[in-house]
């Protein structure tokens, strides 16, 4: 099944993927805590941990499958 994924309108969905991970705080954001340079490594922790949670999911898919005769 496909969908239409929806898209903010008032933020920069960038900019705010770790604060709406829950790895940063919004005001972190703006105060300094963080540089352009740790927004590129929290978007490439997110997509190692997407990516590995997929594959876990693939593989208890397979074994499922191997499980059950299918």
Do not use: C, K
Not at 2 to 29: C, K, S, T
Not at 37 to 61: F, I, K, P, Y
């Amino acid at each position: 099944m496909n969908w239409i994924v929806a898209e903010p309108a008032n933020y920069d969905a960038y900019l705010f993927a770790p604060v709406v991970d829950g790895m940063w705080r919004q005001h972190e954001l703006w105060d300094g805590t963080y540089t352009l340079g740790d927004l590129l490594d929290a978007h490439e922790v997110l997509a190692v941990r997407s990516e590995n949670e997929r594959r876990a999911r693939e593989q208890a898919r397979l074994e499922s499958e191997l499980r059950h005769g299918r």
